[in-house]
């Protein structure tokens, strides 16, 4: 594995998952790994769980760690090629990420869609730009269209709290007041793909994710009838796809509530955090005994440190 880009880049999706959830067992247990090494973490947007999980978790592993905010602490980047620098960003990303290289061993990184341009988050040109230009590994903290250490968090958790049988698990959108990227709803999907589940999606018209992530997994505009029998709701917000960037409902008839969670098999309530209470879910469905947000947010210590075990070991 040279980069943590995507789930895609996991050497082993199903090693990953156990390795991180043996991690959980004894976090400590390789704690001289990082011995020597550094590990850089580079914020172009706002963190909290990422930030302090990505830390602990190489702190479990011996590694120090520097940090820096983009938005405060940084000159701006440029991150096209050939472009006069007249205006307003005075550094390079090809001189940024080879200085950053030169202090760090490896390279963590946060920036979101800009949700204005589907073609220029696609290209995820952060990302790509950083890893194209650096000389060590790159980790995704959350980019433009995945936030794949979430999703290796939420497979724990479904692992953790599977039932006896095949779980039904429903990937849900809810409204929220501000246009939100895809990448959560794009990385949760891809790892679906990886467990032994019946996974259904489901969102109101205008709402359909990309269809070449979401190709060939039940999807529907009827929440009740996608919440029927479900063991696992995983609810989210993400803008219009196909009207990209734009906000086409903001009324509360997604909003998850304990009526609908009724409906289910018992089911579990997930979300990755931050939330709006009674927004996008009700407060008796958060404070329930049901609701798993907590348990998700300390998976993301193990799904970072499984990454970060592993980019290690591979020197």
């Known amino acids: 594995m040279k980069h943590f880009i995507t789930l895609a880049d996991l050497p082993d999706f199903n090693h990953t998952l156990d390795l991180a959830m043996d991690l959980k067992k004894n976090p400590t247990q390789s704690e001289g790994l990082g011995k ?87 290209a995820e040109i952060v990302l790509r730009s950083f890893a194209k230009y650096a000389s060590v590994p790159i980790i995704n903290m959350e980019s433009a269209t995945a936030h794949p250490l979430q999703a290796l968090a939420d497979a724990i958790t479904l692992k953790e709290f599977q039932p006896a049988h095949k779980p039904k698990v429903v990937l849900s959108w809810a409204p929220h007041p501000k246009a939100l990227p895809h990448a959560v709803g794009n990385s949760f999907t891809h790892m679906m793909r990886k467990m032994d589940a019946d996974f259904v999606i489901a969102h109101p018209e205008g709402y359909a994710l990309n269809p070449e992530i979401t190709e060939g997994i039940p999807c529907t505009t009827s929440q009740k009838e ?14 219009s796809y196909k009207h990209y960037g734009q906000i086409l409902r903001t009324d509360d008839k997604w909003m998850i509530t304990p009526e609908k969670m009724k409906l289910t098999n018992n089911g579990k309530f997930m979300h990755c955090l931050p939330i709006r209470r009674n927004i996008v879910a009700a407060d008796g469905v958060l404070d329930s005994p049901n609701s798993l947000v907590i348990q998700q947010s300390q998976n993301r210590i193990y799904s970072a440190q499984a990454v970060l075990k592993q980019l290690l070991e591979n020197g």
Not at 226 to 239: H, I, S
């Open 36 to 122: 020597g090494k550094t590990l850089g973490l580079l914020f172009f947007n706002p963190s909290l769980r990422t930030r302090l999980s990505t830390q602990k978790a190489a702190q479990n592993l011996g590694l120090p760690t520097m940090v820096m905010n983009f938005s405060q602490e940084s000159w701006a980047l440029e991150f096209e090629d050939g472009t006069k620098m007249s205006g307003l960003r005075s550094e390079h990303v090809r001189e940024a990420a080879a200085v950053v290289s030169q202090y760090c061993d490896m390279v963590a990184i946060r920036a979101f869609a800009s949700l204005s341009d589907k073609e220029k988050d696609e």
């Open 226 to 239: 996608a919440l029927e029998g479900a063991d696992f709701v995983y609810t989210k917000n993400w803008c």
